[in-house]
């Protein structure tokens, strides 16, 4: 069955990096979307991104946040300057089609900010 | 705004037994819900997803129902076993994206 896949599966970075976060969506798959869940709280929707822009932005996503399609096949979040409130786990999902058909979720990376 | 709950917030129960969890939402105008499995630390898996004209499916010992109009959904977990202990998560989506709820945390006691 087609997987999303995510790297790293952890990374741990220090205050004020950057980081990318890679996510390779299925293949077929138009839509693509970054999620994160802060330990013990509920998934939050960050970003979704469709024909090469975002197509909604949560209120999370301020501009420390940016995602890029840089070729066929990957889809990235970018966070700049980490703050500690960063720790999270950031998942990548993709649809082939908006809303209808579902989501696949990928394993997801989970980001350490010390 | 969307809200979804979940009820109740952890289960422990003996091998064997049939269980139901609970998702509830605000606003009923979904276009589908999807419900998911996480193991701890882990990923989100995709269990069912019902679409807001359905009012049922089924896969396996898994069988979700939803109605829309009173915001609510149930999954029915047959026969549980020890390999089900996760943390099941519901997701109701809008035509852009997922609102969640928070989970209910399962544990199948051999």
């Known amino acids: 069955e087609p997987e999303v896949t995510q790297t790293p599966s952890h990374q741990v970075t220090q205050m004020g990096q950057e980081v990318i976060l890679r996510c390779v969506p299925i293949s077929n798959h138009l839509y693509f979307y970054w999620y994160r869940q802060i330990l013990g709280q509920k998934v939050e929707f960050l970003v979704s991104?469709?024909?090469?822009?975002?197509?909604?932005k949560s209120e999370i996503f301020d501009d420390q946040f940016s995602v890029e399609r840089p070729d066929g096949s990957n889809f990235t979040l970018k966070i700049r300057s980490t703050k500690l409130e960063d720790s999270a786990m950031y998942f990548c999902?993709?649809?082939?089609?908006?809303?209808?058909?579902?989501?696949?979720f990928g394993s997801g990376t989970r980001l350490t900010v010390v | 705004k969307q809200e979804v709950t979940q009820i109740p917030a952890a289960l422990s129960v003996p091998e064997g037994e049939n269980l139901v969890l609970n998702c509830s939402f605000t606003?009923?105008?979904?276009?589908?819900l999807q419900w998911f499995r996480q193991d701890p630390g882990k990923g989100l898996t995709s269990l069912l997803l019902?679409?807001?004209s359905q009012r049922e499916q089924t896969s396996g010992r898994l069988n979700a129902s939803l109605d829309k109009s009173s915001g609510r959904s149930t999954l029915y977990i047959a026969a549980s076993q020890p390999g089900d202990s996760a943390t099941y998560l519901c997701a109701v989506g809008n035509n852009r994206k997922l609102i969640w709820g928070l989970g209910t945390s399962l544990a199948v006691n051999p």
């Open positions: 991104f469709y024909n090469n822009e975002i197509s909604e």
């Open positions: 606003d009923s105008a979904i276009y589908n």
């Open positions: 019902i679409q807001s």
């Open positions: 999902a993709s649809s082939a089609g908006q809303a209808k058909r579902g989501y696949t």
